[in-house]
Each structure stands twice: as C-alpha cells, then as structure tokens.
C-alpha cells in the first residue's frame, strides 16, 4: 500500500503536521484582531469619566494554549522533517533508520520496522522516542562500567542507550528471541560506537533451558507470546535459557535487570534461584501483567512475593504519570481485583530497588510525594 512506503508515509506525516501548525497560528492571528468590546459610555452627570475594563484573560489563555499547542507542532516538524531527510533516498532493501533524539543524548541513527509494527516503530517514527519515562529511569539508574541484562530486547531501543551510558568499560548481554527483531536489534548494537561490551542472543530467557513456542503477533512486533490467547496467531519455536546457566561462570553479576518479556517474568525469576539465594540482588525494570502471568501459569502475587521477600523497594512505572509511585503488597493486592485484574489485560511496570542501594537518589526526584 501506498501508506506504507517510505519517504511517501513521511510525507504525509509532515503534511498533516504543517496543516495543524497552520491552524495555530490562524487561530492565534483572529485572536490577535479582535476588537475589544467597546467600554459603555460613562454615566451622564458623574462626577469623574468611569473607566470600564476589557478583562483580558480569556483571550490570553486562548493563546498561550494554541502557542503551546503550535510549540508541540513544530518540535514534531523538526522531528519528521530530521527522519526525512534520513529516509530520503531510502528504497525497501535498505535499512529505514530514524533520528533517535533522548534528552541527554546526542542524536543517533536508529533502524526500525518499515511497516506492520503498530506501536514501538510507529511511535519511534513520530517522535524518536520510546517510553520517555522509562527510558529516562533506566538510563539514571545504570552507570558507567555496569554489567546489564536486557530481557525482551526487541529491535534494541534500551540496549542502544544503555550501550552508550555504560561505555567500553560496561557489559551488555540483549535477549530477543524473535528473528525478526533480533536481527535489527544487532544492527543497531552495531552503529553504536565507544559503546559497551554488546552480546546479542536469540533466546528466550525462561525456567529452563530447551525450546517453547513463542506465539507471534501479525502487528505489533514487541507483543510475541509464550502463551496462546484464544487469538489464530503463526508460532516458532525458540531456544530457551536460564540465567542460573547463563550466568553460572560470569567473573561478576550484572547491576540491572530489564525485563519486558510478556508474562515470562516469572519463569525468568524461577530460573534464577540459584543465583537469588547466593545473594545477587540487582535492579529490576520489569513488567508486572498479570493478564500474561496468568496466561503462562503463574501467579501474579507469587512473582511479586518473591521481589517484596528479597527486601526490594518498588516503584510503579507507567507513561500516562511524569512520575513513580511507591507500591507496597497491599495495593497491589487491590489493583489485581480491578485495575489489573488478569481479565482487565492492563498491566504496570515496576522498578526494584535493592535495600539499601544509593542508586535511588537517581531518581528520587521523579518520585511522587
């Protein structure tokens, strides 16, 4: 379809944007020359002329929504403008790279799905950014030199920026199980430069090591499954592995944890006892779906017990917030019968802090007080 091809979808996207920046400043302009309403002739005798006054302030916040309004426009100019400018001699057997841009970085080529993935690539190719918040979080919390795991890696958004804080001196081991994304995910690994130490795998990291079923979504490439949901969905098989033998030889243990693996996050702690119980107690960024967990045969409050037993501090993460929120057992207790009941299909993320850890002064200004 003519949507799909690229430069032609980057096109129509900035069409769209410079007609809705257009809007803004007409409406700003028609504000601009209006007359104030005519002050009522002064009462006849007075002592002294009457002053009527033209209350302003409705009129002013008009404009300072539509000039903020116009801001957000042009900045999305900029951006699609930047992406076309990469895409402009791009033809279909060659990369479709975008301009990532994350406060606190410098700009950086970035490869995505050309077509068929509805919202990591689609939301990449709008605005050059995935998940502002987390992204911002999972970056504060790593730091130079780290040693870092990157569970459900898709085509490498984390990995890539984690690669850049960590630096040569870090350790980045991605895991992305679907061929697909996993072959983007290298790439992008690759046009990292001065970055960390990058191992890509092809795996699914679980309880144990041999192969699953991994149930593939026809559009959104960052939601592949271990379980069927009732849906007609195509299904590979993939090499599985845990990290009890992942790590059973590494000189030292990774500091974080990233982990968007839809609903295997607890297969994923269940194949790390051995490492829990010699006290390896790293950050996580995790997805806590109870939709998936309970899909996959788990227990939601199992996953969560084993976090709150190992004396984490938890945050909830989400996108809709411009902050983290303290969670404690009972809460969740009480979202899991409404918010994010397995049923409902909602899910959080959580981020675990070890107890004691000064890595929460990182982000101690996003939390909600």
Same mark, same amino acid.
């Given at each position: ?68 309004? $116009? =801001?957000?426009?042009? *900045? @999305? ?8 400018? &990469? %895409?402009? /001699?791009?033809? !279909? ?91 983007? $995910? =290298?790439?992008?690994? *690759? @046009? ?8 890509? &795998? %092809?795996? /699914?990291?679980? !309880? ?162």
């Amino acid at each position: 379809m003519l949507r799909d091809i690229t430069p032609v979808r980057q096109l129509a996207r900035l069409y769209r944007a410079i007609l809705s920046a257009a809007e803004s400043l007409a409406t700003l302009s028609a504000h601009s020359q209006q007359p104030a309403p005519a002050s009522a002739p002064a009462p006849t005798p007075a002592p002294a002329p009457v002053v009527q006054y033209f209350d302003a302030r409705p009129r002013l916040d008009a404009n300072e929504a539509e000039i903020r309004r $116009l =801001s957000t426009e042009v *900045e @999305r100019l900029k951006t699609l403008t930047r992406h076309l400018r &990469l %895409q402009s /001699a791009s033809m !279909d057997n060659r990369p479709f790279l975008i301009e990532g841009n994350v406060p606190g970085f410098e700009p950086f080529a970035f490869e995505i799905h050309r077509a068929g993935d509805a919202y990591i690539s689609t939301e990449l190719e709008a605005t050059g950014i995935w998940e502002p918040l987390e992204t911002s979080v999972i970056t504060r919390l790593s730091r130079p030199g780290d040693f870092v795991l990157d569970i459900g890696g898709n085509i490498g958004w984390y990995s890539v920026l984690l690669s850049k804080v960590l630096g040569p001196a870090g350790q980045i081991i991605t895991f992305e199980p679907d061929p697909r994304n996993f072959a983007m $995910l =290298s790439r992008n690994l *690759e @046009r990292v430069r001065g970055g960390a130490i990058a191992t890509p &795998l %092809q795996k /699914a990291v679980s !309880d144990a090591e041999g192969t699953l079923k991994l149930f593939l979504s026809p559009d959104n490439l960052g939601d592949h499954r271990i379980f069927s949901d009732g849906t007609e969905r195509p299904t590979i098989e993939v090499p599985t592995a845990t990290l009890d033998a992942i790590l059973a030889d590494a000189s030292r243990l990774p500091d974080l944890v990233k982990s968007d693996a839809q609903g295997s996050e607890a297969r994923i702690f269940r194949g790390a006892q051995g490492l829990f119980s010699k006290g390896w107690r790293p950050i996580f960024l995790m997805e806590f779906w109870p939709f998936g967990l309970t899909n996959s045969g788990d227990d939601p409050m199992w996953l969560w017990g084993q976090l709150a037993g190992m004396g984490y501090q938890m945050f909830e993460l989400t996108e809709a917030r411009s902050t983290l929120l303290s969670i404690d057992e009972l809460r969740v207790r009480s979202e899991i019968t409404d918010r994010l009941s397995p049923t409902s299909g909602s899910f959080i993320n959580l981020v675990a802090i070890p107890s004691g850890s000064d890595r929460l002064t990182s982000i101690e200004d996003l939390v909600a007080r």
